[in-house]
Protein backbone atom coordinates (compact mmCIF):
# COMPACT_ATOMS: atom_id res chain seq x y z
CA UNK A 1 0.00 0.00 0.00
CA UNK A 2 1.36 3.50 -1.22
CA UNK A 3 0.67 5.99 1.83
CA UNK A 4 0.97 8.86 -0.26
CA UNK A 5 0.27 12.67 0.70
CA UNK A 6 -3.28 12.00 -0.90
CA UNK A 7 -4.17 9.41 1.36
CA UNK A 8 -4.27 11.73 4.28
CA UNK A 9 -5.16 15.12 2.74
CA UNK A 10 -9.35 14.38 2.98
CA UNK A 11 -8.59 12.79 6.04
CA UNK A 12 -6.63 16.55 7.52
CA UNK A 13 -9.37 18.38 5.56
CA UNK A 14 -12.03 16.87 7.79
CA UNK A 15 -10.83 17.79 11.08
CA UNK A 16 -9.26 21.38 10.00
CA UNK A 17 -12.66 22.20 9.41
CA UNK A 18 -13.54 21.85 12.95
CA UNK A 19 -10.59 22.69 14.33
CA UNK A 20 -7.93 25.86 13.27
CA UNK A 21 -4.88 23.26 12.72
CA UNK A 22 -1.24 24.57 14.00
CA UNK A 23 -3.06 27.28 16.12
CA UNK A 24 -5.00 24.88 18.61
CA UNK A 25 -5.81 21.43 19.85
CA UNK A 26 -8.17 19.44 21.64
CA UNK A 27 -7.91 18.64 24.65
CA UNK A 28 -9.80 15.36 25.68
CA UNK A 29 -10.20 14.33 29.21
CA UNK A 30 -10.46 10.63 30.62
CA UNK A 31 -14.48 11.03 30.95
CA UNK A 32 -14.53 12.19 27.27
CA UNK A 33 -12.70 9.63 26.08
CA UNK A 34 -14.75 6.84 27.85
CA UNK A 35 -18.03 8.92 27.16
CA UNK A 36 -17.27 9.09 23.25
CA UNK A 37 -18.88 6.38 21.75
CA UNK A 38 -15.89 3.75 20.93
CA UNK A 39 -17.45 0.73 22.12
CA UNK A 40 -15.35 -2.37 22.93
CA UNK A 41 -16.36 -4.36 19.35
CA UNK A 42 -14.95 -1.17 18.20
CA UNK A 43 -11.26 -1.36 19.84
CA UNK A 44 -11.20 -4.94 19.22
CA UNK A 45 -11.43 -4.00 15.39
CA UNK A 46 -9.14 -1.25 15.86
CA UNK A 47 -6.52 -3.09 17.80
CA UNK A 48 -6.95 -6.04 15.06
CA UNK A 49 -6.22 -3.83 12.11
CA UNK A 50 -3.44 -2.64 14.23
CA UNK A 51 -1.91 -5.96 14.62
CA UNK A 52 -1.72 -6.64 10.96
CA UNK A 53 -0.20 -3.29 10.22
CA UNK A 54 2.45 -4.40 12.58
CA UNK A 55 2.97 -8.04 11.56
CA UNK A 56 2.90 -7.06 8.13
CA UNK A 57 5.64 -3.97 9.07
CA UNK A 58 3.58 -1.08 8.01
CA UNK A 59 4.85 1.07 10.82
CA UNK A 60 6.99 2.88 12.60
CA UNK A 61 7.56 2.53 16.33
CA UNK A 62 10.95 2.65 18.25
CA UNK A 63 11.16 0.57 21.67
CA UNK A 64 9.81 2.53 24.60
CA UNK A 65 12.37 4.55 26.30
CA UNK A 66 11.77 5.10 29.77
CA UNK A 67 12.86 7.22 33.29
CA UNK A 68 12.95 5.45 36.53
CA UNK A 69 12.90 7.73 39.62
CA UNK A 70 12.11 4.76 42.11
CA UNK A 71 13.20 1.19 42.11
CA UNK A 72 9.72 -0.67 40.41
CA UNK A 73 8.32 2.77 38.64
CA UNK A 74 8.74 3.69 35.11
CA UNK A 75 7.84 6.41 32.94
CA UNK A 76 7.44 5.39 29.08
CA UNK A 77 7.30 7.43 26.25
CA UNK A 78 5.55 5.53 23.76
CA UNK A 79 5.44 7.36 19.73
CA UNK A 80 4.62 5.18 16.70
CA UNK A 81 2.87 6.12 13.40
CA UNK A 82 0.80 3.96 11.56
CA UNK A 83 0.03 5.36 8.59
CA UNK A 84 -3.26 2.65 7.61
CA UNK A 85 -5.26 4.14 9.78
CA UNK A 86 -3.27 7.40 9.85
CA UNK A 87 -2.17 7.56 13.22
CA UNK A 88 0.70 9.26 14.62
CA UNK A 89 1.50 10.77 18.07
CA UNK A 90 3.29 10.14 21.58
CA UNK A 91 2.20 8.49 24.60
CA UNK A 92 3.87 9.50 27.76
CA UNK A 93 2.54 7.13 30.37
CA UNK A 94 3.85 6.50 34.35
CA UNK A 95 3.48 3.13 36.36
CA UNK A 96 3.16 3.47 39.97
CA UNK A 97 2.63 0.31 41.37
CA UNK A 98 1.94 1.47 44.93
CA UNK A 99 -0.62 4.28 43.85
CA UNK A 100 -3.22 2.30 44.64
CA UNK A 101 -2.25 2.01 48.38
CA UNK A 102 -0.33 5.21 49.06
CA UNK A 103 -2.44 7.90 47.25
CA UNK A 104 -5.70 6.24 46.27
CA UNK A 105 -4.20 6.63 42.87
CA UNK A 106 -4.18 4.68 39.94
CA UNK A 107 -0.88 2.73 38.92
CA UNK A 108 -1.20 3.50 35.16
CA UNK A 109 -1.73 7.26 34.40
CA UNK A 110 -0.92 9.45 31.44
CA UNK A 111 -1.11 11.49 28.49
CA UNK A 112 -1.24 11.20 25.05
CA UNK A 113 0.28 13.87 22.00
CA UNK A 114 -1.80 13.19 18.72
CA UNK A 115 -0.34 15.05 15.40
CA UNK A 116 -1.33 15.71 11.74
CA UNK A 117 0.57 13.56 9.54
CA UNK A 118 1.09 16.30 6.93
CA UNK A 119 2.19 19.25 8.63
CA UNK A 120 3.26 17.66 11.91
CA UNK A 121 1.71 20.00 14.51
CA UNK A 122 -0.16 18.33 17.64
CA UNK A 123 -4.25 18.33 17.08
CA UNK A 124 -4.52 16.41 20.28
CA UNK A 125 -3.50 16.01 23.56
CA UNK A 126 -5.88 13.32 25.83
CA UNK A 127 -5.86 11.38 28.80
CA UNK A 128 -4.65 8.13 27.98
CA UNK A 129 -5.48 5.83 30.69
CA UNK A 130 -8.75 4.55 29.04
CA UNK A 131 -7.49 3.99 25.84
CA UNK A 132 -4.32 1.65 27.33
CA UNK A 133 -7.46 -0.16 29.49
CA UNK A 134 -8.97 -1.03 26.21
CA UNK A 135 -6.13 -1.74 23.97
CA UNK A 136 -4.36 -4.23 26.79
CA UNK A 137 -6.86 -6.62 27.06
CA UNK A 138 -8.27 -6.43 23.17
CA UNK A 139 -4.16 -7.34 22.26
CA UNK A 140 -4.74 -10.25 24.88
CA UNK A 141 -8.36 -11.52 23.92
CA UNK A 142 -7.33 -11.49 20.18
CA UNK A 143 -4.03 -13.20 20.30
CA UNK A 144 -6.04 -15.80 23.02
CA UNK A 145 -8.36 -16.46 20.22
CA UNK A 146 -5.96 -17.13 17.31
CA UNK A 147 -3.71 -19.26 19.32
CA UNK A 148 -6.34 -21.02 21.43
CA UNK A 149 -10.37 -20.39 19.74
CA UNK A 150 -11.79 -23.63 21.19
CA UNK A 151 -10.53 -23.00 24.77
CA UNK A 152 -14.03 -23.85 27.50
CA UNK A 153 -11.57 -21.70 30.35
CA UNK A 154 -9.80 -18.58 30.96
CA UNK A 155 -8.06 -17.60 34.07
CA UNK A 156 -7.28 -14.26 35.04
CA UNK A 157 -4.53 -13.00 37.30
CA UNK A 158 -4.83 -9.32 38.56
CA UNK A 159 -8.30 -8.03 39.18
CA UNK A 160 -7.74 -4.31 39.29
CA UNK A 161 -8.48 -1.95 36.04
CA UNK A 162 -7.02 -4.75 33.00
CA UNK A 163 -8.10 -8.14 35.02
CA UNK A 164 -11.80 -6.01 35.13
CA UNK A 165 -11.22 -5.31 31.30
CA UNK A 166 -9.80 -8.47 30.24
CA UNK A 167 -12.94 -10.41 31.78
CA UNK A 168 -14.86 -7.79 29.86
CA UNK A 169 -12.87 -8.95 26.43
CA UNK A 170 -12.51 -12.02 26.45
CA UNK A 171 -16.13 -13.58 25.51
CA UNK A 172 -16.08 -11.34 22.54
CA UNK A 173 -13.08 -13.43 20.90
CA UNK A 174 -13.21 -16.63 22.77
CA UNK A 175 -16.69 -17.85 21.61
CA UNK A 176 -16.97 -21.32 23.64
CA UNK A 177 -16.12 -19.69 26.74
CA UNK A 178 -17.88 -21.99 29.88
CA UNK A 179 -15.96 -20.04 32.55
CA UNK A 180 -13.82 -17.45 33.47
CA UNK A 181 -11.60 -17.83 36.91
CA UNK A 182 -10.24 -14.75 38.78
CA UNK A 183 -7.48 -14.33 41.21
CA UNK A 184 -6.02 -11.56 43.33
CA UNK A 185 -4.07 -11.32 46.32
CA UNK A 186 -6.32 -9.07 47.44
CA UNK A 187 -9.60 -11.03 47.60
CA UNK A 188 -11.71 -7.73 48.03
CA UNK A 189 -10.29 -6.84 44.15
CA UNK A 190 -12.04 -10.29 42.91
CA UNK A 191 -15.33 -10.37 44.71
CA UNK A 192 -15.47 -6.44 43.04
CA UNK A 193 -14.75 -7.50 39.68
CA UNK A 194 -17.18 -10.06 39.83
CA UNK A 195 -19.74 -8.04 41.54
CA UNK A 196 -19.01 -5.17 38.51
CA UNK A 197 -18.85 -7.66 35.34
CA UNK A 198 -20.74 -10.79 36.07
CA UNK A 199 -23.65 -8.48 34.80
CA UNK A 200 -22.51 -7.57 32.15
CA UNK A 201 -21.78 -10.84 30.18
CA UNK A 202 -22.93 -14.41 30.16
CA UNK A 203 -19.97 -16.14 31.06
CA UNK A 204 -19.73 -17.50 35.03
CA UNK A 205 -17.11 -16.02 36.77
CA UNK A 206 -15.54 -17.69 39.53
CA UNK A 207 -13.16 -16.69 42.15
CA UNK A 208 -10.14 -19.05 42.77
CA UNK A 209 -9.11 -19.99 45.42
CA UNK A 210 -5.12 -20.16 44.48
CA UNK A 211 -2.80 -19.50 41.59
CA UNK A 212 -2.68 -23.40 41.27
CA UNK A 213 -6.37 -23.65 40.87
CA UNK A 214 -6.21 -21.58 37.75
CA UNK A 215 -3.44 -22.85 36.33
CA UNK A 216 -4.99 -26.61 36.80
CA UNK A 217 -8.70 -25.69 35.41
CA UNK A 218 -7.61 -22.91 32.16
CA UNK A 219 -6.77 -23.74 28.91
CA UNK A 220 -5.88 -20.14 28.05
CA UNK A 221 -4.61 -17.71 31.17
CA UNK A 222 -3.87 -14.08 31.31
CA UNK A 223 -1.86 -11.92 33.76
CA UNK A 224 -2.05 -8.13 34.46
CA UNK A 225 -0.57 -8.12 38.05
CA UNK A 226 2.36 -6.05 38.67
CA UNK A 227 5.23 -5.81 36.74
CA UNK A 228 8.75 -6.40 38.70
CA UNK A 229 12.19 -7.28 38.00
CA UNK A 230 12.12 -10.30 40.42
CA UNK A 231 9.71 -12.39 38.71
CA UNK A 232 6.99 -13.24 41.86
CA UNK A 233 6.63 -16.99 39.55
CA UNK A 234 3.43 -17.55 41.65
CA UNK A 235 2.31 -19.85 38.79
CA UNK A 236 4.73 -22.97 39.41
CA UNK A 237 6.31 -24.31 36.30
CA UNK A 238 4.98 -28.14 37.67
CA UNK A 239 0.79 -26.61 36.98
CA UNK A 240 1.39 -25.97 33.70
CA UNK A 241 0.47 -28.55 31.19
CA UNK A 242 0.65 -29.62 27.41
CA UNK A 243 -1.31 -27.42 25.30
CA UNK A 244 -2.22 -24.52 27.56
CA UNK A 245 -1.95 -21.18 26.38
CA UNK A 246 -0.28 -18.09 28.39
CA UNK A 247 -0.90 -14.47 27.48
CA UNK A 248 0.34 -12.31 30.06
CA UNK A 249 0.71 -8.45 30.02
CA UNK A 250 2.97 -7.93 32.90
CA UNK A 251 5.74 -9.43 31.88
CA UNK A 252 7.57 -12.32 33.48
CA UNK A 253 6.47 -11.37 37.05
CA UNK A 254 3.63 -14.22 37.31
CA UNK A 255 4.38 -17.39 35.73
CA UNK A 256 7.77 -18.98 36.71
CA UNK A 257 10.34 -18.27 34.05
CA UNK A 258 10.73 -22.32 33.68
CA UNK A 259 7.40 -22.16 31.80
CA UNK A 260 8.37 -19.30 29.52
CA UNK A 261 12.02 -21.22 28.70
CA UNK A 262 10.21 -24.81 27.71
CA UNK A 263 6.98 -23.45 25.85
CA UNK A 264 7.24 -24.70 22.40
CA UNK A 265 6.41 -21.27 21.04
CA UNK A 266 7.08 -17.93 22.82
CA UNK A 267 5.72 -15.32 20.67
CA UNK A 268 5.95 -11.75 21.72
CA UNK A 269 3.98 -8.70 20.35
CA UNK A 270 7.72 -6.96 19.85
CA UNK A 271 11.09 -8.57 19.89
CA UNK A 272 12.67 -4.83 20.29
CA UNK A 273 10.33 -3.82 23.17
CA UNK A 274 11.24 -7.47 24.93
CA UNK A 275 14.89 -7.12 24.29
CA UNK A 276 14.87 -3.62 26.27
CA UNK A 277 13.71 -5.30 28.81
CA UNK A 278 15.93 -7.86 28.64
CA UNK A 279 18.53 -5.55 28.35
CA UNK A 280 17.17 -3.81 31.50
CA UNK A 281 17.53 -6.85 33.43
CA UNK A 282 13.69 -8.19 33.10
CA UNK A 283 15.22 -11.71 32.40
CA UNK A 284 17.73 -14.02 33.81
CA UNK A 285 21.18 -12.42 32.45
CA UNK A 286 22.69 -15.30 31.51
CA UNK A 287 19.77 -17.07 30.31
CA UNK A 288 18.54 -13.83 27.95
CA UNK A 289 15.25 -13.63 26.41
CA UNK A 290 13.78 -17.00 25.25
CA UNK A 291 13.61 -17.54 21.69
CA UNK A 292 11.14 -15.68 20.37
CA UNK A 293 8.92 -17.58 17.77
CA UNK A 294 7.47 -14.45 15.69
CA UNK A 295 5.21 -11.96 17.03
CA UNK A 296 1.47 -11.18 17.66
CA UNK A 297 0.92 -9.13 14.58
CA UNK A 298 2.13 -11.92 11.98
CA UNK A 299 -0.24 -14.64 13.78
CA UNK A 300 -2.88 -11.89 13.59
CA UNK A 301 -2.18 -11.07 9.59
CA UNK A 302 -1.53 -14.39 8.73
CA UNK A 303 1.91 -14.41 8.24
CA UNK A 304 2.97 -17.28 11.00
CA UNK A 305 0.89 -20.36 12.14
CA UNK A 306 -0.16 -19.96 15.35
CA UNK A 307 -0.71 -23.59 17.55
CA UNK A 308 0.00 -26.52 15.15
CA UNK A 309 -0.99 -29.17 17.81
CA UNK A 310 -2.86 -29.46 20.29
CA UNK A 311 -0.49 -30.48 23.26
CA UNK A 312 1.98 -27.34 21.95
CA UNK A 313 2.57 -24.80 25.03
CA UNK A 314 2.33 -21.88 24.01
CA UNK A 315 3.41 -18.16 25.80
CA UNK A 316 2.45 -15.07 23.98
CA UNK A 317 3.47 -11.89 26.03
CA UNK A 318 2.01 -8.87 25.28
CA UNK A 319 4.10 -5.43 27.02
CA UNK A 320 2.04 -3.11 25.14
CA UNK A 321 2.63 -1.33 21.87
CA UNK A 322 2.41 2.76 21.18
CA UNK A 323 1.10 1.49 17.63
CA UNK A 324 -1.72 0.36 19.46
CA UNK A 325 -1.90 3.85 21.65
CA UNK A 326 -2.00 5.95 18.74
CA UNK A 327 -5.00 4.18 16.57
CA UNK A 328 -7.19 4.28 19.73
CA UNK A 329 -6.11 7.67 19.93
CA UNK A 330 -6.92 8.32 16.19
CA UNK A 331 -10.24 6.81 16.88
CA UNK A 332 -10.94 9.26 19.88
CA UNK A 333 -9.84 12.39 17.85
CA UNK A 334 -12.34 11.26 15.11
CA UNK A 335 -15.30 11.03 17.46
CA UNK A 336 -14.95 13.77 19.21
CA UNK A 337 -14.32 16.25 16.13
CA UNK A 338 -17.39 14.63 14.64
CA UNK A 339 -19.47 15.29 17.54
CA UNK A 340 -17.67 18.54 18.74
CA UNK A 341 -16.58 16.78 21.94
CA UNK A 342 -13.45 18.25 23.49
CA UNK A 343 -12.02 21.74 25.01
CA UNK A 344 -9.89 23.37 22.06
CA UNK A 345 -6.55 25.24 23.75
CA UNK A 346 -4.54 27.74 22.02
CA UNK A 347 -1.09 26.43 21.19
N1 LIG B 1 1.02 -4.93 28.54
C1 LIG B 1 0.41 -3.79 28.53
O1 LIG B 1 0.17 -3.22 27.47
C2 LIG B 1 -0.04 -3.17 29.81
C3 LIG B 1 -0.87 -2.04 29.79
C4 LIG B 1 -1.32 -1.52 30.99
C5 LIG B 1 -0.93 -2.11 32.19
N2 LIG B 1 -0.07 -3.18 32.16
C6 LIG B 1 0.37 -3.82 33.38
O2 LIG B 1 -0.71 -4.55 33.91
C7 LIG B 1 -0.58 -4.62 35.32
C8 LIG B 1 -1.90 -4.27 35.98
O3 LIG B 1 -2.26 -2.94 35.65
P1 LIG B 1 -3.63 -2.33 36.23
O4 LIG B 1 -3.74 -0.97 35.64
O5 LIG B 1 -4.71 -3.31 36.06
O6 LIG B 1 -3.25 -2.21 37.77
P2 LIG B 1 -4.23 -2.28 39.04
O7 LIG B 1 -3.44 -1.72 40.18
O8 LIG B 1 -5.54 -1.66 38.72
O9 LIG B 1 -4.47 -3.85 39.25
C9 LIG B 1 -3.46 -4.75 39.61
C10 LIG B 1 -4.11 -5.85 40.43
O10 LIG B 1 -3.13 -6.88 40.60
C11 LIG B 1 -3.24 -7.32 41.94
N3 LIG B 1 -1.98 -7.92 42.37
C12 LIG B 1 -0.84 -7.29 42.71
N4 LIG B 1 0.07 -8.18 43.07
C13 LIG B 1 -0.51 -9.40 42.99
C14 LIG B 1 -0.09 -10.72 43.25
N5 LIG B 1 1.12 -10.97 43.72
N6 LIG B 1 -0.96 -11.73 43.03
C15 LIG B 1 -2.20 -11.49 42.58
N7 LIG B 1 -2.67 -10.26 42.32
C16 LIG B 1 -1.84 -9.22 42.52
C17 LIG B 1 -3.59 -6.09 42.76
O11 LIG B 1 -4.18 -6.44 44.00
C18 LIG B 1 -4.56 -5.39 41.81
O12 LIG B 1 -5.90 -5.77 42.04
C19 LIG B 1 0.58 -3.69 35.68
O13 LIG B 1 1.74 -4.46 35.87
C20 LIG B 1 0.75 -2.83 34.46
O14 LIG B 1 2.06 -2.37 34.28
C21 LIG B 1 0.34 -3.73 31.00
Known amino acids: MNYDHAYFEKDREHFAEKLNVGK ?14 ITRDDALNITKNTLISHGKKEYEMPAKIGIHPWTEVFFHA ?45 VAVMDC ?63 NLIKTVQPEI ?6 AASPQEIAEKCEVMSSATIILKEPLCAVKDEW ?54 CQTGEILAGLKEGRTSKDELIVCSNIGMSVCDVTMAKAIFDAAIEKGVGQKLKL
Open 202 to 207: DVEIIK
Open 129 to 191: TWLTAMRTPAVTVLAAAALHPDAENFGMFGCGVQGMEHVRFVPKTLKHLKKIYVYDVVEAAAD
Open 24 to 37: EILYITREECENIG
Open 240 to 293: ISAGQTIVPCDMNTFFDLKTQYRADKYIVDSVDEHELFAQMGYFPADKGLPEVY
Open 78 to 122: MPAYVPEQRALGCKWIECFPNNPKKYDLPQTTGLLILNDVLSGVP
